[in-house]
């Protein structure tokens, strides 16, 4: 069927406000100014803010209810999101509280659940991903990483050896929730487990990789017999492939509010104000102009796609595999158009690139406008959304299995 | 607005379907239009679609009509596009009836009933030979006379226009500064000089000339001399929307059988469709059907709930739907190769209906300047995402 | 290295002006209009226009004087195609002059070019191609028309039995030159012979394809024990693919002038000229202006290729496969981006697609310029541009097996 | 115009590629770039250029240079972009020697002898604050005073001004009305403020304010006062074909790594190399290239040959050129995958190269935008194919 029939639901607009209100209240002062020019944030503030959601429950606002959340319905996880992103918040790191504490409430034993899922809800640990390794990018069951069950005076218990990498904030990590090959002989996705590693325990090595943008985001992380007491085993052994696919559906579910586009078209129309071209604002320009309506329309279409995916999803309890595709393709390939048009207005300004500008308390002689730094940052970041989480490719190809099979 | 539930419109979609899959398709679209009956549709579908209760779908009760909205007709003409139905459905239903309902007297409203039974095919005629996309330039003059209307003009070709039993036709009332109103012209009116053609995709329809066509004084829809150029604006708006959705349907069938081509035909000792490169470009595709079901479905609801600004969601539908129909119109044929390019396969006839499509009421890049005209360029103008 | 040296020549120059003057003088009159309007030409038409060509030793003016061209070097070629394109002469037909022309003077028996070659200098005979098959589209090799040998009382002979398809013209055809199947039971490409067949002969039965513009171009056409004398084997037997990947070479080489594109241009700014739109002609449109611009680009860059590909072919003697690809590539779908514009323009007409204004004589009532027909002919064929020839697709792997090969 | 030959040019062309592969690449420039030394580019590589000859490529015998065209010298750019080199080659060579060549007085011009041995380095500084890419916009005032100039008004960032030993600056004579003049402006002249950044790419540059900087008689450009604003033109219209030149050694390279890299990596068990997607991409990227590749060729010769049109030929090489920059950077790291965004890997530097090169002197939309304001829109006016 081509339409369903929605409606707009009038008691999610107080939602809404609160959400704007609460962002007004929290996004401000130096923070604010901060999240504005798009510098980088230091953990503390990370961590500030993610308390202040955790305050109101919101962290973890579309938990169920007895796992410690508030049992929200998609459209006010959506709003949640929009509104967030809308107001320039910081990431929602979504390692705990969107990736593994799922898969801990849903497969994990009654002993994990007590013990890791108040702590996400109250975000006072950080938790990392242990996903990709050097050589197992789009083709992630191939991973290597070996998990071997041994026992010893302790107990039962896995000896880890290996490599993860772009563990995103890495260095930052207190768990990493990892895929670990336990048995080497099979199907390479059916040897795989779940395990829940402290980055504390000896063996574990964090090491930076610097990205393009010149910053530091992303890490290797190494296993070198790292001991990983059995009861860190989340489910079954050799169904972590089964869990990792539940957590993508979970990841796709709440994917790609339109917020932060409302976000990138806001600085994109302040930098356009303040640039100048023959000594008239380039919001003069035609070019500009119709470039704006241009990326509305794809704009407008990402916001229908991700409605109507929710409302798929819904309806159906799981997302729809040629919506999700879409929805991540055009996505990311939008925030990279818009990122571009930005970088074409930077132009104007001779496309200075002062990293220093993206740290806090900076206070040398700008070039351009206060944005560009954040802007150009973000830029170049960016260029990673077609790679990570299913790469372009990768998502063409799973929207043609569906179309294929009819 | 729409009283219709999910349940009922699905219901309805699934009527549509099974009718035109039974009754329709390229062979007997191709068929109707090179007849040599002058229609070049079907008469017998017309009866069909009345029978059923279709024609009425969006007339309001008192005409026997079921009184759903765009959204409902929007679902018709999906599956009238997926099989190439041919009959000059949303210029009797959106634009014609669309008139006679926003604007008509009491009386005039009772023509509605013969839409409604299928005794009534409707013509619109608004566009002129200078007037390209842009709806405001209207020359055609109506000139008052005695018990009546003078009219004299000509207007561009507008499919649909040949059979129709009467056309709704915009003029100047007065002299070329006068308000445009919008005349019930009786198609064997005198002094009208028709020339039919058929139109790329074979659908015909008709440029038409009036020299001083004489017409009564109730001819003039809504029997005032208020200037409608506003109204022609919506009503077109809401013809481009009915278009999206005929190219909807057109877009997924074409995909459909794009896919299925692929899935039987061999090259190089291997399936067509084992090759990575067609199956991206079917992905593509796909993603292009989903963004325009999406993209129109948004400005369908945001008509029937009387969106403030939902002639700026139309706009953004017929932009992102006209070049998705490009690209899956272009890309079936190319994936099918030489065979594509044969007039014995359905896949070049859906290429010739969504070129029609892309165009009519104003193609992708015209409504690219409408929404670059209207676009807000200050700080925090973002528009696109509503609320 | 990265840039040639190159000069304009101004020999060329007077010949350039002889070909315009000869354009001049026979694209006139009642012919002239019709090409103008873009209308079908009859056989006696093209036949007038190709044997006047032939008068001036121009149609076959880049063969090697010995079998009766003039020698021309690539530049005059070039300059010729080009002019000829301009001035909107008709198609050039190629299947004799440039195809099977070559392949018999380059590997024909002394008997064979004496028959066949001054037949095609002269352009006394209709010749067809029969290369592809239902099945073996992009595939050639894949072909399955059956040659058998055997001897009769009037000699050695061959037994065609099979079909061929895509036959440009073929119910015009006085001869066809075919690639028949020699040997079933070597690879596929070892088993090719190369035929020509008089299409009079019993068992040749051409059958008309229909295509989505509604005109008559093509045709299927059958072998049914059709007997043709072994003496019409050109070169070797089994040897038929190298003659077939000869001829594409030379096929290539004369490829792509760039008169066509100004051709289009021109229509596209005489139909803007005459479309106005608010009462305005629509070459005052900016969004026009800019698409102009943008397809000059274009077409500035296609002609900056063939001009390459002519002085790589000059220098080194056989074309560059990078290049060769890249112009077909983008000849095609320029080709059609302009197309599409001119469809773009007609959108404001209706759209009315009157086939019967591309027959001579017809004066019914026009709707929109008088080019409309013309053009919508053209666009609806020209879809095929990215098909013939070697599509897109083939073209982009045999540049990729190039660039691969390093 | 140039005396080189075919021959000739592929001499150099090998001399240039193996001085630069032998001596530069990524780690080199990378290490150049993020040294703690203020210029962030080779002395070193710079005095090689001077003593191979390289400096002077294009300049007058008279200041012991070859009298190369603007061919040779893109030869030359091609290369240094291939190998990422970071030295301000296009700064020093076309605009600053190419305004001393085209402008200065015989005692002016004898700079350029210190020019090609390396001994000058010069800064360009044309573009303000708020002028974008029009380079008609100049507010900068060279008040006259006694013994020559008085020099107020802000320059916006220019890579490789930080590190010139004169400075290229334009500015109107007297007042805001008065002719646009070129002064030579020694770094070191008081009341200069500079602040130095680095670009995109890591090269540095910097703007440069300038607050009653007093000059002497001599700085002005020829001597004399005549309004040099279509001279600017030309010059930035030679920088933008040197920055074309540049972007396809750039391009060449980031094609040819990434064709490499897929040959190298496996994954599903195969050769990234196997996957026809993947191949289709980087046959895209060559195709690119080789339409660079000619496009610049045509306008370098359109230059060299003093065709009355060559500027149309490098507004188009630029629209083209930054558009294939714009395809293959981004597709370059897009093929790497993660490895793709790092640091380490050559391929995101060249990114980066190619995002400025897209940038400099005017974007590919800003110079659409230009030649469609040149635009022949009569009937029988197509320009694009030359004669």
């Not at chain 1, 218990?157 to 768990?175: A, E």
């Not at chain 1, 085993?233 to 972590?240: D, P, S, T």
């Not at chain 1, 406008?369 to 830029?379: F, H, R, T």
């Amino acid at each position: 069927m081509f339409f369903n029939s929605s409606a707009h639901n009038p008691s999610l607009d107080e939602f809404r406000e609160e959400v704007r209100a609460f962002c007004r209240k929290e996004i401000s002062g130096d923070f604010g100014r901060k999240l504005e020019l798009g510098q980088h944030l230091e953990k503390p503030e990370y961590d500030a803010w993610l308390k202040a959601l955790a305050g109101r429950g919101w962290l973890a606002g579309n938990w169920p209810k007895e796992y410690g959340g508030l049992g929200w319905e998609p459209e006010q996880s959506a709003i949640f999101n929009d509104e967030t992103a809308r107001a320039g918040a910081p990431w929602l790191i979504p390692f705990g509280v969107t990736m593994v504490g799922p898969v801990i409430y849903t497969f994990g034993s009654e002993e994990q659940k007590k013990r890791f899922l108040p702590d996400i809800v109250a975000n006072n640990l950080w938790w990392c991903q242990g996903y990709s390794e050097p050589g197992s990018g789009s083709d992630l069951a191939s991973l290597r990483t070996a998990a071997v069950k041994g026992t010893d005076a302790d107990g039962e218990h896995y000896i880890v050896n290996g490599q993860k990498t772009w563990t995103t904030l890495g260095h930052w990590g207190d768990w990493i929730f990892c895929l670990v090959r336990t048995d080497p002989d099979v199907k390479k996705q059916k040897g795989i487990s779940f395990l829940l590693i402290d980055m504390k325990t000896p063996g574990v090595t964090v090491r930076k990789i610097n990205t393009i943008d010149m910053g530091h985001h992303l890490n290797e992380v190494f296993f070198d017999n790292v001991r990983v007491p059995a009861e860190n085993l989340v489910g079954e052994e050799n169904k972590g492939w089964d869990y990792a696919k539940f957590l993508l559906g979970h990841e796709r579910a709440g994917a790609a509010g339109v917020g932060k586009f409302t976000r990138y078209m806001d600085q994109l129309r302040a930098v356009l104000a303040i640039t100048n071209e023959g000594g008239k604002p380039l919001s003069e320009s035609p070019y500009f102009r119709r470039r704006i309506a241009d990326l509305e329309v794809s704009i407008a279409t990402l916001a229908a796609l991700s409605e109507d995916q929710r409302t798929a999803f819904h309806a159906a309890g799981s997302p729809s595999l040629i919506g999700a595709g879409a929805l991540k393709l055009r996505a990311s390939e939008l925030q990279q158009e818009i990122l571009q048009t930005m970088t074409e207005v930077l132009g104007r300004h001779g496309l200075a690139y002062q990293t220093d500008a993206l740290m806090a308390g900076w206070n040398g002689e700008l070039i351009g406008p206060k944005e560009s730094a954040g802007i150009l940052y973000e830029q170049l970041i960016r260029r990673a959304a077609t790679i990570y989480g299913g790469s372009s490719e990768i998502q063409r190809t799973i929207i043609a299995k569906s179309a294929f099979a009819g | 607005m729409s009283a219709f539930s999910t349940e009922e419109r699905q219901l309805l979609d699934d009527s549509f379907n099974e009718y035109f899959r039974d009754n329709y398709g390229a062979t007997h679209a191709v068929a109707l239009a090179r007849s040599g009956d002058p229609d070049g549709f079907g008469r017998k579908e017309w009866s069909d679609y009345a029978d059923l209760g279709w024609l009425g779908l969006t007339l309001p009760e008192a005409a026997g009509g079921s009184e759903g909205g765009l959204t409902e007709a929007g679902i018709f003409f999906a599956a009238a596009g997926r099989y190439l139905a041919q009959e000059p459905l949303v210029q009797t239903l959106v634009l014609g009836a669309g008139s006679i309902t926003r604007l008509g007297t009491p009386e005039q409203q009772k023509q509605l009933k013969e839409i409604a039974e299928g005794k009534l095919l409707v013509g619109f005629l608004h566009a002129e030979l200078a007037s390209g996309y842009d709806r405001s330039h209207v020359t055609t003059i109506a000139q008052p006379i005695e018990g009546g209307f003078r009219l004299t003009g000509e207007k561009a070709f507008a499919v649909g226009a040949h059979s129709a039993d009467i056309l709704i036709v915009s003029a100047r009332i007065g002299d070329a500064a006068g308000p445009v109103g919008l005349f019930l012209v009786p198609a064997d009116t005198d002094n009208m000089q028709f020339t039919v053609a058929p139109a790329i995709d074979g659908r015909r329809g008709a440029a038409v000339r009036f020299e001083d066509a004489e017409l009564g004084k109730d001819a003039l829809l809504g029997n005032n001399t208020e200037d409608r150029t506003l109204e022609i604006d919506t009503l077109l708006d809401h013809g481009t929307l009915a278009v999206c959705a005929d190219a909807l349907g057109a877009m997924v069938a074409a995909t459909e059988i794009t896919t299925e081509y692929l899935n039987t035909r061999e090259q190089f000792g291997r399936k067509l469709a084992d090759f990575q490169v067609l199956q991206h470009r079917v992905a593509d595709m796909k993603v292009f059907c989903e963004e325009a079901r999406v993209v129109i479905h948004a400005a369908l609801t945001a008509v029937d709930e009387g969106a403030p600004d939902a002639n700026l969601a139309i706009w953004r539908a017929k932009v992102q739907t006209a070049r998705a129909a490009r690209f899956i119109g272009g890309q079936g044929i190319q994936l099918h190769g030489g065979m594509g390019m044969t007039d014995e396969m359905p896949i070049g006839h859906y290429y010739k209906r969504l070129t029609m499509c892309e165009a009519m009421f104003g193609d992708a890049e015209w409504h690219l300047d409408r929404l670059a005209s209207m676009t807000n360029m200050s700080v925090n103008g973002s528009a696109a995402t509503g609320s």
